[in-house]
């Protein structure tokens, strides 16, 4: 499982581009996107989207990797993760089911 920067640096490096011209590309400073690589700071879903389009990766996954982070990021020290995790799915699945009825 690749985070959402790995999966940038990654798609950065095989079409062999610098940073430089990222950020140009994006309007994004490229000391930002640094540290979206190394995991140092989160970026908007505005720009996860960004990257997907300039990138050309599938912006579901793109998007999954990214809240995927979040979501550990907010829990990796939390002693009951996992069991907050099982019951938040259960949340979301009794929301899209009062949404859709």
Same mark, same amino acid.
């Given at each position: ?7 940038? *640096? $990654?798609? *950065?490096?095989?079409?062999? @581009? /610098?940073? *430089?011209?990222? =950020?140009?590309?994006? !309007?994004? !400073? #490229?000391?930002? /996107?640094?540290?979206?690589?190394? =995991?140092? *700071?989160?970026?908007?879903?505005? #720009?996860?989207?960004? +990257?997907?389009? +300039?990138?050309?990766? $599938?912006? $579901?996954? %793109? ?5 995927? !982070?979040?979501?550990? @990021? !907010?829990?990796?020290?939390?002693? +009951?993760?996992? #069991? ?7 949340? /979301?699945? @009794? %929301?899209?089911?009062?949404?859709? =009825?």
């Amino acid at each position: 499982m690749k985070s959402f920067g790995e999966i940038i *640096r $990654n798609a *950065r490096e095989e079409k062999n @581009y /610098i940073l *430089r011209h990222v =950020g140009a590309e994006l !309007d994004i !400073d #490229q000391a930002i /996107i640094s540290k979206f690589e190394r =995991g140092e *700071r989160k970026p908007t879903k505005e #720009q996860v989207f960004k +990257f997907a389009n +300039f990138f050309e990766l $599938n912006k $579901n996954d %793109l998007l999954i990797a990214w809240l995927s !982070d979040k979501v550990v @990021y !907010d829990l990796e020290n939390e002693p +009951f993760a996992e #069991q907050a995790l099982k019951v938040a799915e259960k949340k /979301i699945q @009794y %929301l899209k089911s009062q949404n859709n =009825g």
